[in-house]
């Protein structure tokens, strides 16, 4: 009997599935790609042909321009080659998919990036038992446990009300962060406008066009220091400490991310009110997702691989690194 999964095979540049002839989220150009969603290490331009959700295929097409895309809407199963393949929420950003691939009798569910937590702006994760799980690892330490997300936002908006002299600057990476964070603080009841860098704006606008409402959105640019005292400021985290900030009224500088946990990362960027919000899975989330699907096999494309190999066989679960490149954290 063959080795299970013996049809997918790992390389460096991604996820080749070969009775389908196409690449999971490969980081060079193929002729078929199975883009898991819109993140930069994730969907790269150049492919031939792209199956991807629609709203990943529309953020693919404002950084990479139109994309000879293949739409495909959650739960639809489409056949490639010889393997029947469906895309489900991972519920990570807009438009994220875990990808669900049949074959030969079974099952393999690549997540890709994943969180099981509620986000406003997208669908939920959801669970699809199989006989291997190919699984990030991004926060894959014990020592990562994501706090409550409406406590952090609560922390967030208490600062900005105990100094209405200041501004507050949130850095949050411009694909799926900015616009979650934005649509949480609405949700806490934060009606004022929001400012923004121009970098966020295309995302922005795209998340209002796909239907995620922000509320009132102003750009920072030509806008008098004053004006924006009292007031949240969305940057991503490489505008925090530079030139631009200058223009801000004595700004409180946050930063919204998963590695807001490690002290030291908050202090070396200079952030004054780290927050703990995250697009990824934490150890709990991790662990409880793989105890949930009950695979065969545990597959690990990147992150902390080796403390969730351990945990995964320490629960007699088979478990094996991918050793994929290119895979960054930073879009957290
Ligand atoms: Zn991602
Ligand atoms: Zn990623």
Not at 292 to 303: D, F, K, Q, Y
Request: net charge negative.
């Amino acid at each position: 009997m063959a080795r299970l999964g013996s049809w997918i095979e790992p390389f460096p540049e991604g996820i080749y599935v070969r009775p389908a002839d196409a690449w999971i989220d490969p980081s060079q150009p193929k002729a078929k790609a199975l883009v898991t969603h819109g993140h930069a290490d994730h969907a790269r331009g150049g492919h031939s042909e792209v199956w991807a959700t629609a709203e990943t295929l529309a953020i693919m097409a404002t950084r990479y321009g139109d994309q000879n895309g293949n739409p495909v809407a959650y739960g639809e199963t489409f056949r490639l080659g010889e393997v029947d393949v469906s895309f489900v929420p991972a519920g990570h950003v807009l438009g994220s998919a875990q990808i669900v691939l049949e074959h030969a009798g079974e099952r393999i569910v690549v997540s890709g990036d994943y969180k099981r937590r509620e986000d406003p702006t997208c669908a939920p994760f959801e669970p699809v038992p199989c006989d291997i799980f190919i699984t990030e690892a991004t926060f894959g330490l014990p020592v990562f446990r994501h706090p409550d997300t409406g406590s952090e936002i609560d922390r967030l908006l208490h600062r900005l009300h105990s100094d209405p002299s200041r501004c507050l600057l949130v850095g949050a990476y411009a694909l799926g962060k900015a616009q979650r964070v934005i649509t949480e603080l609405r949700r806490r009841g934060h009606e004022q406008p929001i400012y923004y860098h121009g970098a966020v704006e295309r995302l922005c606008r795209l998340y209002e066009e796909l239907g995620v409402p922000l509320g009132e959105m102003r750009h920072a640019a030509g806008v008098k220091k004053e004006e924006m005292a009292g007031h949240i400021v969305i940057a991503p985290p490489s505008a925090l400490n530079d030139r631009w900030s200058r223009r801000l009224p004595d700004p409180v500088t946050a930063m919204a991310s998963g590695w807001m946990r490690i002290r030291q990362r908050a202090r070396q960027s200079n952030i004054e009110l780290p927050l703990i919000i995250s697009d990824h899975a934490d150890w709990d989330e991790l662990t409880c997702t793989i105890r949930e699907l009950a695979p065969r096999e545990v597959w690990i494309t990147h992150g902390r691989e080796e403390a969730l190999k351990h945990w995964c066989m320490i629960h007699q679960i088979k478990a094996r690194e991918l050793n994929l490149v290119g895979y960054e954290d930073e879009d957290e």
